[in-house]
């Protein structure tokens, strides 16, 4: 007699990432309970200048699978240049690699694409 006990026990996968990925540097504390604090991301521009920013206020987190690979995703509110932006992080459990989803034409009017 079988009760199913294992039946849907992993978490859905969210399919691609749609977007276009930019690999960046993340700077971040674990705390003591293992949770991440990001203090700053650094990320490189189409001219090659590469911009630090300090200013991270981290809306949400949450674990998802995309075509299977086990990812944090933080949507992020930041401060440049007197401007404040929200953007999508994604840290790549397995790799250790952290990238921002940068916003096409369609993304830009209703959100983050993912």
């Known amino acids: 007699m079988a009760f199913g006990t294992d039946i849907h026990m ?3 996968d969210a399919g691609s990432i749609r977007g276009e990925q930019e690999d960046i540097a993340v700077g971040c504390w674990f705390t003591s ?4 604090s990001l203090q700053l991301l650094k990320y490189q521009d189409e001219e090659g200048q590469i911009h630090t920013i300090r ?3 981290v809306m949400s987190r949450e674990e998802k699978h995309y075509n299977g690979i086990p990812t944090l995703e933080y949507i992020c509110r930041i401060e440049e240049g007197g401007y404040e932006a929200e ?3 994604l ?3 397995e ?3 952290w ?3 940068k916003q096409t034409e369609k993304g830009a009017a209703g959100g983050f694409l993912t």
Do not use: P, S, V
């Open 99 to 101: 990238a921002m989803i």
């Open 10 to 12: 992993e978490k859905a």
């Open 33 to 36: 309970r293992g949770d991440t």
């Open 55 to 57: 200013h991270i206020r």
């Open 87 to 89: 953007i999508k992080l």
């Open 95 to 97: 790799e250790h690699r």
């Open 91 to 93: 840290f790549f459990l």
